[in-house]
């Protein structure tokens, strides 16, 4: 085995779970939900970056909540070891810092968008969401 091998072509994150795997379902519920309160206050240019992405940053609290992860900086590190995580954030990293701002920025719209993706996910016949905590 040789770990020092780079990839001859980037790899596709989404085929390392398989595709029956929940976080698919996760992905697929925020993006069936109205984001744009997130978007409406997103930075898109003047000085520094742009910013992540308001839907990944959703999608990365709601895989977290609803396994009863609340910690931003477990978050963080979740976004750089799980594969799950990785796959929602598509090769980025936020930190810590980013993730207790959003939550700061958007209190109400935040509590108010994770049942709504719970009913989503209930809509669809996924079940398994009924065990999951929605605290934050």
């Not at 697929?28 to 206050?41: C, G, K, R």
């Not at 396994?67 to 978050?75: D, E």
């Not at 207790?100 to 809509?123: E, K």
């Amino acid at each position: 085995m040789d770990r020092d091998q780079p990839f001859l072509l980037p790899p596709d994150m989404r085929e390392w779970l398989p595709a029956g795997h929940p976080v698919h379902l996760v992905i697929a519920a925020v993006e069936q939900m109205d984001t744009s309160v997130f978007h409406a206050a997103r930075k898109t240019g003047g000085a520094g970056t742009a910013g992540y992405d308001p839907d990944m940053l959703a999608t990365v609290l709601v895989r977290a909540y609803a396994h009863g992860i609340t910690s931003s900086r477990r978050i963080e590190e979740l976004c750089g070891t799980d594969v799950a995580f990785r796959v929602i954030c598509g090769g980025n990293l936020p930190d810590h810092v980013t993730f207790a701002r959003f939550r700061s920025d958007f209190p109400g719209a935040v509590a108010a968008f994770f049942p709504r993706c719970w009913c989503c996910a209930r809509g669809w016949g996924w079940a398994g969401w009924g065990r999951w905590r929605w605290t934050g």
